[in-house]
């Protein structure tokens, strides 16, 4: 069975040329330059067989075409590798940037604050303290190296809109 399906393969290579078209070339009415395998009635005097295998790349031209697409791909691996890195390092800034500015007191709104804002504040500063209060209510020392404490500015200003 290999050796019947191995000949007819063969036999079929060494055919395949017989039925390779012939191109042609000619320049119609507008001026254009046209390819073609077949050839309109009124071009036929003027048309030109062309060799097709001119245009193919000599076996030195397609060794010098794989390098410089070797050289590109690997020039693209390492700018996506640089780019990765670039990007991890952003977010992880920017993660250490956000933790700090979240981690750090904010300061203390003077007596001149709008109550909206007093009260942003406030639920702020709950916010912040929830994590270090403990089962028992206690609030735990290191919550106030990070966060500010802000009183309840429902007594000045009323409860929150």
């Known amino acids: 069975m290999n050796l019947l399906l191995a000949l007819l393969t063969a036999g079929t290579m060494l055919i395949a040329p017989l039925y390779a078209a012939d191109i042609y070339r000619w320049v119609d009415e507008n001026g254009r330059t046209q390819f073609s395998d077949v050839v309109p009635e009124k071009y036929r005097k003027s048309a ?18 794989e390098a410089r697409a070797d050289q590109d791909k690997l020039r693209a691996e390492e700018a996506a590798q640089r780019k990765a890195r670039a990007d991890a390092d952003a977010a992880a800034k920017s993660a250490a940037d956000a933790a700090a500015a979240k981690n750090s007191p904010q300061p203390v709104p003077d007596k001149g604050t709008d109550c909206a804002t007093l009260h942003k504040l406030y639920k702020e500063s709950l916010d912040c303290f929830a994590p270090y209060i403990s089962a028992t209510g206690n609030t735990k020392a290191e919550a106030f190296q990070k966060c500010t404490s802000v009183p309840d500015p429902s007594p000045k200003c009323g409860p929150a809109r």
Not at 52 to 61: T, V
């Open 48 to 65: 030109r067989k062309v060799d097709s295998r001119q245009n193919e790349p000599s076996a030195e031209q397609r060794k010098e075409a």
